[in-house]
């Protein structure tokens, strides 16, 4: 009978990935999709088992800090060469050509667009990037649900109950936009209230192979 891993040692192997896009892993949505853009990576929190089961990975980001000990742990888990995939920049203008990944990573990033046209940019050059047939993991902050609770700070941006201010979407929103860019949804949009301070939503789409 095998016994469970401890946690530090499930630490080590999958880092402190997001719950959401390691539940995308296990139901084999990146099975044969490999070559991965996290666009705001932060320090690859979301990108530990990636590198160590030999995704061609890559990462964006504009904080220095953050992109440096990105850098490190990809560096220290495959090599020099995957470190040099992890480069400063921001979601306006993605520094890789089009169509270049089989999926690209938006974890916790896109709330931070300081109005619509920004929002509409990220997504908009993340979609830019990704391959036909290609999938867009996005996890971001929404209204839905917390509607009566939040203050409009202008821009579709708000003032959320636990003190922060985010650009803010619903289902609605989110299904549209979906539309427009021909997308198929791959899962039903599921949205966690977080005790009624913030509703962080996953949202997962394919690139039309067409």
């Known amino acids: 009978m095998s016994v469970a891993l401890p946690a530090a040692a499930l630490r080590e192997l999958l880092g402190s990935i997001d719950i ?9 949505r990146f099975d044969a999709r490999r070559a991965l853009l996290d666009a705001g990576c932060g320090a690859g929190r979301n990108l530990r088992w990636f590198l160590r089961a030999g995704y ?3 990462g964006v980001e504009l904080d ?14 495959v090599g020099e060469e995957a470190a040099r995939h992890f480069v400063p920049g921001t979601l306006d ?9 089989d999926a690209v990573l ?12 920004h929002f509409e940019r990220w997504l ?14 996005a996890r971001l902050a929404s209204k839905q649900g917390i509607e009566t609770a939040i203050v409009p700070r202008g821009d579709e941006r708000y003032l959320l109950p ?20 021909g ?20 949202w997962v789409i394919e690139k039309s192979a067409q």
């Open 20 to 28: 959401y896009l390691l539940d995308q892993i296990l139901r084999g």
């Open 56 to 58: 061609e990975v890559h």
């Open 64 to 77: 220095a800090r953050a992109l440096e000990a990105a850098r490190t742990q990809a560096r220290e888990l």
């Open 93 to 101: 203008a993605l520094p890789h050509e089009t169509a270049r990944f």
């Open 106 to 117: 938006l974890n916790a990033v896109l709330h931070f667009a300081p109005d619509r046209a």
């Open 124 to 137: 908009g050059e993340a979609w830019r990037v990704l391959r036909p047939g290609g999938l867009l993991f």
């Open 162 to 181: 636990d003190g922060s201010e985010r650009y803010l979407v619903d289902d609605e929103r989110l299904l549209e936009l979906g539309a427009r860019l």
């Open 183 to 202: 997308a198929r949804l791959l899962d039903p949009l599921k949205t966690v209230n977080v005790q009624g301070l913030r509703c962080m939503c996953t």
